[in-house]
């Protein structure tokens, strides 16, 4: 059974660096063709994808958010991570990180709400 | 940039009627994806490869399209088929979706 899980901080300030972590089970991303993905929603609003990071450790960003991203892996302890820097109000959202299946976003977790706040 | 443009933006139907809610791309992509998303609910992956079902899925549903012009349609509307579908495509990077269509029940 295919599970994952967001964690974030809940909420921060302007300009400080949001850190999320995906913790799934059911999968390895060290299997060949393997993949987690980042996906965000402000509340009300659409879906935006943010990054993937594959099996083999290439990663690709949304060039809409400049170089803010980095996305990271611990795949002994079966783990994705994301990182956005100098956050603003318009990073306020829902955070998801979902399996990739090429091409798909096969599962998704429950997603973690991240609130910008002065 | 790839950018999916969704019709309608809203749509009710009543139980038994056939719904179709199209995608249209501003290039031709290889494929689309629909996902289903429920109120406070994470999206699901619904139809894959343009026309496979994901596990689960019911056969009333279905999906079709090519180039720049794709759709997902509902046979016979159940009330349980309630949500927003959102398209989206992996052909190019940035990976984009659709703005959402929400069906309702009328």
């Known amino acids: 059974q295919v599970t994952l899980k967001e964690s974030g901080p809940g909420i921060l300030q302007p300009s400080q660096t949001l850190s999320l972590t995906c913790t799934f089970s059911?999968?390895?991303?060290?299997?060949?063709?393997?993949?987690v993905g980042w996906i965000r929603q402000p509340s009300g609003k659409g879906l935006e994808w943010l990054a993937n990071?594959?099996?083999?450790?290439?990663?690709y960003y949304n060039p809409s958010l400049k170089n803010r991203l980095t996305i990271s892996k611990d795949t002994s302890n079966n783990q994705a991570f994301l990182k956005i820097t100098n956050v603003d109000t318009a990073d306020t959202a829902t955070y998801y990180c979902?399996?990739?299946?090429?091409?798909?976003?096969?599962?998704w977790g429950q997603g973690t709400l991240v609130t910008v706040s002065s | 940039e790839i950018v999916l443009t969704q019709s309608p933006t809203t749509i009710a139907a009543s139980p038994g009627e056939k719904v179709t809610i199209t995608c249209r791309a501003s290039s031709s992509v290889s494929y689309m994806y629909w996902y289903q998303q429920k109120s406070g609910a994470s999206p699901k992956l619904w139809i894959y490869?343009?026309?496979k079902l994901a596990s689960g899925v019911p056969n009333r549903f279905s999906g079709s399209g090519s180039g720049t012009s794709y759709s997902l349609t509902i046979n016979t509307m159940e009330t349980e088929d309630a949500a927003t579908y959102y398209c989206q495509q992996w052909s190019s990077t940035p990976l984009t979706f659709g703005s959402g269509t929400k069906l309702e029940i009328k």
């Open positions: 059911g999968f390895s991303l060290s299997t060949y063709g393997m993949g």
């Open positions: 979902a399996r990739i299946i090429p091409h798909r976003f096969a599962y």
């Open positions: 490869d343009t026309s």
């Open positions: 990071i594959w099996w083999d450790d290439d990663k």
